[in-house]
């Protein structure tokens, strides 16, 4: 079954506010990784946390984790135009596979000028 | 970060052929990994390309599907077989340069629709 579940599925907001997207998961974790996807092209890694963190932070960027909800949040602040993509997280270290990912949905983030 | 090539980029291809894409990374890395992203879903793990040896194929995948081939530490290929529209997708390497929970990253991706 999918380890991770983002949501929510969609999310349209206007340039300059803040988007929050969640991401949800079921086995015990290593690390969780949010990466951000453009129009189906390739993956842009943009943070990773470790189970042992509970909150990062890179530019506009903050993460958290919840290890006793299994839950992990990406927060960007004052988004642009340009952060139009999907979002995905990816954790690993489920069944013991420290380094094979799995997958949440994504969530698709529309940001309008 | 490492900086991960694929080629081709995108290809249309007909039923029953196959295809081979290839991953080049530019410094040695000690895991590489082929992902499947069917049309509007998520990213699936295919298998774990081994250096020097057979890859390691998740469930719902085999070897004579998707051969790897992964000859050093710098560069693999996967090859889709006997293809169908159903293998219509995008195709992604990942590498990670090792140790615990390090991070991963992906190539550009290969888009490959059958027809």
């Known amino acids: 079954s999918q380890q991770g579940e983002e949501d929510p599925q969609a999310l349209s907001i206007q340039e300059g506010e803040n988007a929050t997207m969640n991401c949800s998961y079921k086995t015990s974790i290593n690390n969780l990784q949010w990466y951000r996807q453009n129009s189906g092209r390739g993956l842009v890694h943009l943070i990773l946390?470790?189970?042992?963190?509970r909150e990062k932070h890179s530019g506009r960027l903050r993460v958290t984790l919840d290890t006793s909800k299994k839950s992990s949040s990406l927060l960007i602040t004052a988004s642009r135009a340009a952060d139009t993509a999907s979002y995905f997280c990816a954790t690993d270290g489920s069944g013991g596979s420290n380094y094979k990912l799995t997958f949440g949905k994504g969530t698709l983030l529309t940001v309008n000028p | 970060s490492a900086v991960i090539s694929q080629k081709p980029s995108r290809d249309i291809c007909q039923r029953g052929t196959s295809l081979t894409i290839q991953c080049q990374v530019d410094?040695?890395?000690?895991?590489m990994f082929w992902y499947r992203q069917q049309p509007g879903q998520s990213l699936t793990l295919i298998a774990t390309?081994?250096?020097?040896?057979?890859?390691?194929?998740e469930s719902g995948f085999v070897i004579d599907k998707f051969p790897i081939s992964r000859p050093n530490l710098t560069f693999s290929t996967l090859t889709v077989s006997n293809m169908s529209p159903e293998d219509s997708s995008i195709y992604l390497c990942s590498v990670t340069a090792g140790g615990f929970g390090d991070e991963q990253f992906f190539g550009p991706g290969t888009r490959l629709t059958v027809l």
């Open positions: 946390i470790r189970s042992n963190e």
């Open positions: 390309a081994n250096q020097g040896s057979e890859a390691t194929y």
């Open positions: 410094s040695q890395v000690t895991m």
